[in-house]
């Protein structure tokens, strides 16, 4: 139990154009979820929460006009990368976590590998 | 901002030997956890260890959590070559996780 999917694995795109990446609990309602961003042999950063119908909270230097992020179920966080360029290439992890476990225990999803050119 | 400090940043060991990471934060934290990662993928819990707790086991692993100096240790006993993979801490306060650099750790067959 406690899977977390992410959709796409892998994209590549080009300068200026925009890529939504797809978070889904398959086998629990995840009343928040966590978008992360981590680049090569570094470690995972905080980019913004996002609570099932209500707007994310964004962290300190987060761009939230840049990073579209919308938790319409219970099941499903978007993440929307706008106008890409090629500093926005990344590896974007989400996690989930079930309603009354909050942060403690996120559920991670395997991560999409973004590639701007 | 990064919170948890690993060292070392890579370690690389023979199957069947120990393997010690440790991690060291700076403001107070509800509870620490160990990830582990392997390359280019999603991360993988492998324990939580709570505030008021001293010390946990999970399988070979023993987490150790020392609130005044402020350290957590994250000990795999007889590691085995699939343990290869970065290691991450992650402390839990303010409704939200903050994660450590990492740690690489290699263990040769």
């Known amino acids: 139990g406690a899977v977390v999917s992410q959709h796409p694995s892998w994209v590549i795109c080009k300068s200026g154009t925009s890529v939504k990446i797809e978070c889904r609990s398959l086998?629990?309602?995840?009343?928040?979820m966590f978008w992360y961003r981590q680049f090569p042999k570094q470690s995972l950063m905080l980019m913004a929460t996002?609570?099932?119908?209500?707007?994310?909270?964004?962290e300190q230097g987060v761009e939230k006009d840049k990073f579209l992020i919308n938790h319409a179920s219970l099941t499903l966080s978007t993440l929307t990368v706008t106008s890409a360029h090629p500093e926005d290439s990344s590896f974007y992890i989400c996690?989930?976590?079930?309603?009354?476990?909050?942060?403690?225990?996120?559920?991670f999803g395997p991560g999409t590998r973004l590639t701007v050119l | 901002s990064q919170q948890g400090e690993e060292d070392p940043q890579a370690l690389s060991i023979q199957e069947g030997e120990n393997a010690t990471m440790n991690c060291s934060y700076k403001?107070?934290?509800?509870?620490l956890q160990w990830y582990r990662q392997n390359s280019g993928r999603g991360l993988v819990h492998l324990i939580l260890?709570?505030?008021?707790?001293r010390e946990k086991h999970s399988g070979r692993l023993r987490v150790t959590l020392d609130t005044s100096k402020k350290s957590s240790s994250l000990l795999i006993t007889a590691s085995r070559a699939a343990d290869t993979a970065s290691y991450f801490c992650?402390?839990?306060?303010?409704?939200?996780?903050?994660f450590g650099k990492g740690i690489t750790l290699s263990v040769r067959p």
């Open positions: 992650a402390t839990g306060a303010n409704s939200k996780l903050t």
């Open positions: 260890i709570r505030s008021n707790e």
């Open positions: 996690s989930a976590a079930t309603s009354g476990r909050t942060y403690n225990e996120q559920f």
């Open positions: 403001t107070s934290i509800n509870n």
């Open positions: 996002s609570n099932e119908g209500s707007k994310a909270t964004y």
């Open positions: 086998d629990f309602q995840a009343t928040t």
